[in-house]
């Protein structure tokens, strides 16, 4: 807030030097393109600030607009910023725009086709807790091809739809699109939507950056989004995107899921050292058709119910979009998870789903108490989909994914007591499963530490589970191999009064060596 103040006091007193040092009655109006809204020559208004920001910015050169500290209403209308514009306020304790809560129909801030060179920064967006679906906060969605723009230190809040939406297009994707340090409260309020309402959407950008933003509470469907329709094995995808260090706390409940952070069809996508909390459905971070993703240190506290996945989730390739890549080299390392879920059809804590290749998960932590999982696990890896509709390629991808260091326990008095920490299913694949390592984690509480289980014909091959410490769980490792199958044990401690190695279907393919559970050796 000081750093605010003291910025706007800086400017302004540029403005005063500029005119010779003159500190009396005279009110600066503007000088080399910057334009000061007080109520003198621009109004404090809708058109007063559009009159400055047309003053100010025609569209080629550089200009700024800084608007007065105080309340300006405007009404039912939005703003038109030009490009090659930075308009600010003097704060967002200080300079605050509203618009009608009941008949508003426009958004704050919009900007026209290619969107360019753009800065919103240091003010509140109030929108009195309006219903329409057309006021959001900072709309450049007609902008075919946005770069350059930044929004910073904006407060946007009680708004009908999205907070901020500046999107690009498949033809025509923008490029270095920042969000930094805003706050969106209770946005999303738009009644009868039933699409996806965003606290940010940034989809079809290159060298995006979302961060030390909080997000909390309204409607919210989805806190973070970055999507495409151009697949990361495509010429040009859309590249490099970093979700950092925001808060995403309190989305409630909706008709058409969401989640915390999406991200997909993309490739280089860092999501990093966000805080997420009370997400009731949806994922805390979502990846689909991601090349080259990193989810880390992150922290999800889930205290409602998670209906699509859980709080972290590498998504199968979504079969309506023809020929869909799978995701590969992703790492999931060091997150913190809490689950305090409710729901029953949590699939996992965290879910790699259908066919993916190179995905390691390392150093997690997850606390679980939870109703027992709908036919998953708190780490859980489902390889493999038969889908003709999704990349030939892709599936053949069911290989490279590493699984060590975490820990995982399931705390008193859960009824997930039932589950198995750490899940390995092939199902349905055309391809097999290959390369799979489970090592060095830590399982505590549950009915079995490691489970395997090839359904399908074409079974599993060199897999190593190894050096886990599952002797606090009723069993320690389970096997279920009704095809063929390699897999490779060793260390694998037993849990006292016995449950070491249970087998339904061992085919004559696996192999045991000494240390194991039950300590079988070759």
């Known amino acids: 807030m000081k750093k605010a103040i003291a910025a706007g006091l800086l400017l302004l007193l540029l403005l005063l030097i500029g005119c010779g040092g003159n500190t009396g009655a005279t009110t600066v109006v503007s000088l080399n393109k910057i334009v000061y809204v007080d109520?003198?020559?621009?109004?404090?208004?809708?058109?007063?600030?559009?009159?400055?920001l047309n003053a100010a910015c025609n569209g080629t050169a550089p200009g700024a607009v800084l608007i007065h500290p105080g309340t300006i209403s405007l009404g039912r209308t939005g703003l038109i910023v030009p490009n090659n514009c930075d308009v600010g306020g003097w704060g967002q304790d200080w300079t605050t725009l509203t618009l009608s809560s009941s008949a508003a129909t426009s958004h704050f801030f919009n900007a026209s086709n290619n969107a360019t060179n753009i800065r919103i920064h240091d003010m509140?967006?109030?929108?009195?807790?309006?219903?329409?679906?057309?006021?959001?906060?900072?709309?450049?969605?007609?902008?075919?091809?946005?770069?350059?723009?930044?929004?910073?230190?904006v407060t946007c809040q009680n708004a009908g739809a999205s907070a901020f939406n500046v999107t690009g297009t498949a033809a025509s994707p923008g490029q270095r699109i920042k969000f930094l340090s805003n706050r969106i409260i209770n946005a999303g309020l738009a009644?009868?939507?039933?699409?996806?309402?965003y606290g940010i959407l940034v989809s079809f950008n290159s060298h995006v950056v979302v961060s030390d933003n909080e997000i909390a509470g309204g409607a919210v469907t989805t806190g973070i989004s970055a999507f495409s329709s151009i697949n990361p094995s495509a010429a040009s995808p859309i590249v490099d995107i970093q979700i950092i260090g925001n808060r995403i706390r309190g989305l409630p409940f909706h008709t058409t899921p969401g989640g915390a952070i999406d991200i997909g069809r993309a490739r280089q996508?860092?999501?990093?050292?966000?805080?997420?909390?009370n997400v009731a459905q949806g994922a805390c971070v979502l990846f689909e058709a991601v090349w080259d993703g990193s989810i880390s240190g992150n922290s999800c506290m889930v205290t409602d119910t998670v209906l699509t996945g859980g709080p972290i989730v590498v998504k199968t390739p979504d079969t309506t979009q023809l020929g869909e890549v799978a995701s590969q080299d992703i790492s999931i390392t060091h997150n913190s998870i809490d689950d305090n879920s409710a729901a029953a059809t949590t699939n996992a804590d965290i879910g790699i789903n259908g066919a993916q290749s190179g995905i390691t998960i390392a150093n997690n932590t997850i606390?679980?108490?939870n109703q027992q999982m709908a036919g998953g696990s708190p780490i859980f890896l489902q390889l493999g989909t038969d889908d003709a509709n999704i990349n030939?390629?892709?599936?053949?991808?069911c290989n490279m994914i590493s699984v060590t260091g975490n820990t995982i326990v399931n705390r008193p008095g859960s009824s997930g007591a039932n589950d198995t920490a750490i899940s390995l299913v092939e199902m349905n694949s055309n391809c097999v499963p290959d390369h799979i390592v489970i090592a060095s984690n830590t399982a505590k509480g549950f009915m079995t530490g490691v489970g395997w289980s090839a359904c399908d014909n074409n079974g599993l091959t060199h897999v190593y589970i190894y050096n886990n410490a599952v002797e606090g769980n009723r069993n320690g490792i389970d096997g279920d191999g009704r095809s063929y199958a390699t897999v490779f044990y060793w260390n694998n401690p037993a849990p006292p009064g016995g449950g070491g190695l249970v087998s339904n279907f061992m085919p004559p393919e696996t192999f045991f060596s000494g240390g194991n559970a039950d300590g079988l050796t070759p």
């Open 367 to 369: 606390s679980h108490l």
């Open 392 to 397: 030939a390629a892709s599936q053949n991808f």
């Open 269 to 277: 996508a860092v999501v990093s050292n966000n805080i997420i909390s």
């Open 191 to 197: 009644t009868g939507s039933t699409g996806q309402l």
């Open 124 to 153: 509140t967006l109030d929108g009195g807790g309006g219903m329409s679906v057309s006021e959001g906060c900072i709309t450049m969605n007609k902008a075919t091809s946005p770069s350059d723009i930044t929004v910073e230190r």
């Open 39 to 52: 109520g003198q020559k621009y109004a404090l208004s809708a058109s007063g600030v559009q009159a400055a």
